[in-house]
């Protein structure tokens, strides 16, 4: 199993949270006004799993041995996923900053959460795609098996505590639910395990 494999599954969670708030914005933006919780919840999960977990892994795990094998850190494509994991950074910073206004039926605060969040989800789901079809079919051409073994086992000991680990899975699937959306963190955390278990 490659490490790219782990980084594919967690995609489809994150992609999963970000239909969540695409259907999220859609309700502010007919109702003028906010449910917070959720809200709040969704940018819980995308700083702790898309963010400190998952981006985590790349930033420290695999951009880097990318780069000892030959990628340029300043103009590579890791490069470009970097300065895009700082966007999306600002980006939720934005979004988060409209949640109070927007709850409380501030028409600016609320058109601001709804062009934060659909800017997010567009930039991410980019950001993704650019990742599932590209870098890592790129990464599995240059490293080796013994580099896919190694990134596995950093992987597990990097991860977030288990116990944070699915409550980010729980967040996730209860926003599935809310929203109507089609989970896929269940089928991620089976996957996840048979990686480590196979690493």
Same mark, same amino acid.
């Given at each position: 199993?490659?490490?790219?494999?782990?980084?594919?599954?967690?995609? /489809?969670?994150?992609? &999963? %949270?970000?239909?969540?708030?695409?259907?999220?914005?859609?309700?502010?933006?007919?109702?003028?006004?906010?449910?917070?919780?959720?809200?709040?919840? #969704?940018?819980?999960?995308?700083?702790?799993? =898309?963010?400190?977990?998952?981006?985590?892994? *790349? *930033?420290? &795990?695999?951009?880097?041995?990318?780069?000892?094998?030959?990628?340029?850190?300043?103009?590579?494509? @890791?490069? %470009?996923? /970097?300065?895009?994991?700082?966007?999306? $950074?600002?980006?939720?910073? &934005?979004?988060?900053g409209a949640i109070d206004g927007a709850a409380l039926g501030d028409e600016e605060? =609320? $058109?601001?959460?709804?062009?934060?969040?659909?800017?997010?989800?567009?930039?991410?789901?980019?950001?993704?795609?650019?990742?599932?079809?590209?870098?890592?079919?790129?990464?599995?051409?240059?490293?080796?098996?013994?580099? &896919? /073994?190694?990134?596995?086992?950093?992987?597990?000991?990097?991860?977030?505590?288990?116990?944070?680990?699915? /409550?980010?899975?729980? %967040? =996730?699937? #209860?926003?599935?639910? $809310?929203?109507?959306?089609?989970? #896929?963190?269940?089928?991620? %955390?089976?996957?996840?395990?048979?990686?480590?278990? @196979?690493?």
């Amino acid at each position: 199993m490659r490490a790219t494999e782990v980084l594919k599954g967690e995609h /489809r969670v994150i992609e &999963q %949270v970000l239909d969540c708030l695409e259907r999220m914005a859609n309700q502010c933006e007919r109702e003028g006004r906010l449910d917070p919780g959720p809200a709040r919840d #969704a940018v819980t999960f995308f700083r702790g799993f =898309a963010d400190r977990t998952h981006h985590g892994k *790349e *930033e420290h &795990q695999l951009f880097p041995m990318l780069e000892d094998r030959g990628f340029s850190p300043e103009a590579g494509p @890791t490069a %470009v996923m /970097r300065r895009e994991h700082v966007d999306g $950074r600002a980006l939720v910073e &934005q979004l988060e900053g409209a949640i109070d206004g927007a709850a409380l039926g501030d028409e600016e605060a =609320a $058109r601001g959460f709804v062009v934060w969040s659909r800017t997010y989800v567009q930039m991410l789901r980019a950001h993704i795609e650019k990742e599932d079809t590209c870098l890592f079919p790129m990464a599995d051409r240059v490293l080796r098996e013994a580099d &896919q /073994r190694e990134l596995l086992l950093r992987f597990g000991r990097g991860d977030a505590a288990p116990a944070d680990r699915e /409550r980010f899975l729980r %967040v =996730a699937d #209860a926003l599935a639910d $809310r929203f109507g959306v089609a989970r #896929a963190s269940r089928s991620w %955390v089976s996957w996840r395990q048979t990686c480590l278990q @196979t690493g």
